[in-house]
DNA sequence: TAGATTGTTAATCGATTAACAATC
DNA sequence: TAGATTGTTAATCGATTAACAATC
């Protein structure tokens, strides 16, 4: 129990929990290590570890019920009761985050909306009202809440997060391009979004697919075909 | 040149750039790899590997100019050139990474929305009209995009996706839960934003952090201190 | 010059893949 | 039972860290 699973795996939890749901609503029953190797690119070995991490779902001879081990993975990442969460920030971002339904699905419900912009306040989003923050830490204290998001701008959320710590959040989503580690206790989970940074790695791999298909093309028509190869 | 670099390395080039960003904002000149391993919670010596793939940029004895460096990496991510962006998919996320400014700093720019929804086709976010499916291709030919975010249903993206590419879209930003990588050629770059997938892994962080500590508080209250030494 | 700090090689650590005995 | 496929150990691969000679 409490074994340290490592970030690599957990990072690929929420992947099988997707394609399990795709098998699922196909109407699959059971499903191999090896076949859903194929479909998600990844090596059965991968698969066979990283759920043995958690006890052993599949059956020698016949493989994994995709029902039952989608449950299962649904309990080990939280997803079998309700998730409540607030967004902190109602700026063009945490307004997105607020409509999206989708995330009900998963046990995720936006219950709050804060924002300091007295503009906004009182304005409503899918029946959420955008609430001033001054009123959060009482909201916090007679509301059940699991996570707070936060979609302010970078130099109010260190502040912000240490409001939401303060009053009992023990898990945050941070969009703001700054990093809240050393802000937060080490018993605050803290996963970031930041999207610039996602930004710049496509970027850098559209200029590195440039420069590869630049160069092999040219490799090949231009030099003897033992130096191609050996670059290859 | 054209050395293969590992995504590991590439995931942490714009943390790199970030910081420097501040350092350079706060009118620092020069930095150390270990005054900056410090302030990035990283060691030393991965931050000298890390730019070491790219080139020496540091001197000895000195360390690293601040704002030397961080224009190497603006090059090498690819910020040092304006790259054109639209945006697929004009619902609530698509809207919003309309209307972040701030990726205009770090060379990204807007200049297109496209959507199927005849309601909103001619709306304008930020001076950019919202313009029908219809007529991305045409857009595409007659003008010079580099970026391709996603912000579809999952159900429509993969067709878009193909659309995409057909007219000449070599890098994707993909917010639809699904994956493209079947139905892209490998000279196009995805970058996946899983924003679910962010959220369940903040949940099993939240979840296993709560484990953790019930376990250590109760070990040390009722066990004897030996087996609680051994568990820690 | 002496001190500081890089660039880079070598050692360690961790994650992935391969192999196969266990077993349904 | 025979065939299929898991769970798990062992082998490989890659990434991180440590160490230090080079050098500013």
Redesign the pocket.
């Known amino acids: 129990m409490g074994k340290n699973i490592?970030?690599?795996?957990v990072k690929r939890l929420p992947r099988y929990y997707r394609y399990l749901g795709v098998l699922e609503e196909a109407g699959v029953e059971r499903i191999?290590?090896?076949e859903l190797s194929r479909q998600m690119q990844?090596?059965?070995?991968?698969i066979?570890?990283d759920?043995?991490n958690f006890g052993?779902?599949?059956?020698?001879?016949?493989?994994?019920n995709v029902r039952y081990l989608r449950d299962e993975i649904a309990k080990i990442l939280g997803l079998d009761h309700t998730n409540n969460m607030i967004v902190v920030g109602a700026g063009h971002l945490g307004q997105a985050l607020a409509n999206y339904t989708k995330f009900e699905r998963n046990s995720f419900h936006v219950v709050g909306i804060f924002d300091v912009n007295k503009d906004i306040i009182g304005q409503k989003i899918r029946n959420i009202e955008i609430m001033s923050i001054d009123v959060l830490p009482e909201f916090l204290h007679t509301h059940d809440v699991e996570i707070a998001a936060l979609t302010l701008p970078k130099e109010n959320a260190r502040e912000m997060a240490e409001v939401l710590v303060k009053n009992g959040i023990h898990a945050i989503w941070n969009f703001a391009h700054t990093d809240l580690n050393l802000i937060v206790p080490e018993d605050v989970a803290v996963q970031n979004v930041h999207l610039s940074e996602s930004l710049m790695r496509l970027s850098y791999n559209l200029k590195s697919l440039r420069e590869k298909n630049m160069q092999t093309s040219s490799d090949v028509s231009s030099m003897p075909s033992e130096i191609a190869e050996g670059q290859e």
């Open positions: 490592s970030k690599a795996v191999s290590s090896g990844v090596t059965a070995s991968q066979r570890q759920l043995n052993g779902f599949g059956q020698q001879g016949y493989g994994y």
